[in-house]
């Protein structure tokens, strides 16, 4: 028996989610969607398939490789994606003797495979097709030169195009999803994890009733109040976070301290911040979908939201190790407080130090009940040198209201004035006691220049540009700049 496992689906009516990959590698329980279908097809004794690709391919083809880790032997064939069926056999080489099962793999089933082909062993159709639940099973057995391809294409499964009842097989004791919106896509998860797809293999261990979690994950089990949640691997749930309801968690993620998820799911990679609540939604990087409103919103704050492929939370120097830094160099800095004071106080004796509110890192939340940057007090000398003048910027690193590098810290004010996208990209680093803007731009330099500096840095931020900002830092201890004020 020749088998096909069609894998080519353009997703149109599943975007955002499918600008970056295709349907069948679309993690559903913390695992490509397609790894179910493989596993189906091994477990009745299938060695050998063929996956016709489209759009994204090579990410299949690497994920797959030769299915030798599936048990089977698998081939490819390209496809411009969603192609007619009929089409597709004209183009495979010839089996005239053989009969060809068609499965989908872009779909989410119960392990039917078996019970399909011992139905198909009783009926004499020429095209048998698996039905389940009132929904295709995405089974079809097609004998010898068979023709009638109604109902195999996804536009005909996606219209809900009836097969001829006279080769429609019943199948019992299982359960099939389609896949065909972002709400579907996200019950799906959902119910994967409650455990409503019979036969689903999850993968983990339990770490308490209802609380599955993979590999290398860090998750404490009073995490879960209730219901059921799967912590996929090689992620970190801080201990004060919130799971209830139903709750995927795929691979790679970190849930940050008192973030709250509801009937959630995350997909592979994302990190969610402080105090941020995510409810009836999917999060995809820095993307929040709602599939109770079909509000999409794509959040530029890294501290909220943020994708880990492209901007890494741990990449500055954060929590303990950020504040550990911050009370090393207040240490060293004492010599100096003396001086900052003496020159405070000859330049102006009625107040030798000065206050202003700023836009720190910690994040809290509103009057809407919404996460939001905490503001912090910042005191400055009023010594002329700018080394001087910010000495008492150590202490709020120290405290873990700034980080050693980032961008200017602002006002609340200033921050309410960035309404374009390009203003708001600044907020995707932390503000910081230095980086590109505070070493290389002098204090006269114009609002939106520093904006922009601090919207690159944003962008470009990495482990080795954060090195060279310490690096550079350091050198300008001993600067002209540092001591004078003016240059």
Known sequence: MRVIVLADRIGREL??????????????????????????????????????????????RTHLRDGRHFSLNLDYWPSPGEVDIALLLSQLPKCPDKSTLVVRGDMLRSPLLGGFLEAAGTSEGPVLHGWCEDNPAGLWLLRGSADDMRGMAWPDVLSGVSAPEAGKLLLEGGNARLLE???????????????????????????????????????????????????????RIHPSAWLQGRVVISDGVIVDRDARLSDAVILPHSYVGELVTVE??????????????????????????????????????????????????????????????????????????RFRRLRGNRLVRDGAGLSARAEFTAAEWTAGAPILRKLPWLVNVA???????????????????????????????PAGLIGPTQLDLPATALAEERL?????????????????????????????RAWYPGD
């Not at 799967?230 to 992620?235: A, K, P």
């Not at 994708?307 to 100096?336: E, H, K, T």
Request: aromatic residues 4%; positive net charge; hydrophobic residues 50%.
């Open 280 to 353: 009836n939604g999917i999060v995809r990087g820095n993307d929040l979908l709602r599939v109770d409103t079909g509000a999409q919103l794509r959040i530029v704050d890294a501290f909220l939201l943020a994708d880990l492929d492209q901007v890494s939370i741990g990449r500055d120097f954060s929590g303990f190790l950020n504040r550990l830094a911050g009370v090393l160099l207040l240490l060293l800095s004492v010599p100096l407080w003396p001086l900052a004071a003496l020159a405070a106080i000859a330049r102006h004796p009625t107040r030798p130090l």
């Open 15 to 60: 975007l955002p989610l499918t600008d970056r990959t295709c349907v069948a590698m679309l993690p559903v329980a913390a695992r490509p969607v397609i790894d179910y279908t493989l596993e189906m097809l091994a477990a009745v004794g299938i060695g050998k398939a063929t996956v016709v690709v489209g759009l994204f391919g090579e990410q299949l």
């Open 452 to 480: 922009m500096s601090d919207a690159w840095f944003a962008a470009q931020a990495g482990p080795d540009k954060e090195l060279r900002v310490v690096l550079r830092g350091l050198r300008a201890l001993f600067s002209r």
């Open 399 to 429: 405290k873990g209201d700034l980080k050693l590098v980032g961008v200017e810290a602002i006002t609340s004010e200033q921050a309410a004035c960035r309404t374009a996208e390009w203003e708001k990209a600044a907020d995707r680093a």
């Open 181 to 235: 919106s972002l709400p579907a896509y996200h019950g799906a998860n959902l119910d994967a994890v409650a455990g409503r797809i019979q036969g689903l293999a999850i993968p983990g261990r339990q770490l308490r009733p209802g609380l599955t979690v993979g590999r290398n994950s860090s998750v404490a089990a009073g995490c879960l109040k209730d219901g059921t949640a799967l912590v996929g691997s090689h992620c």
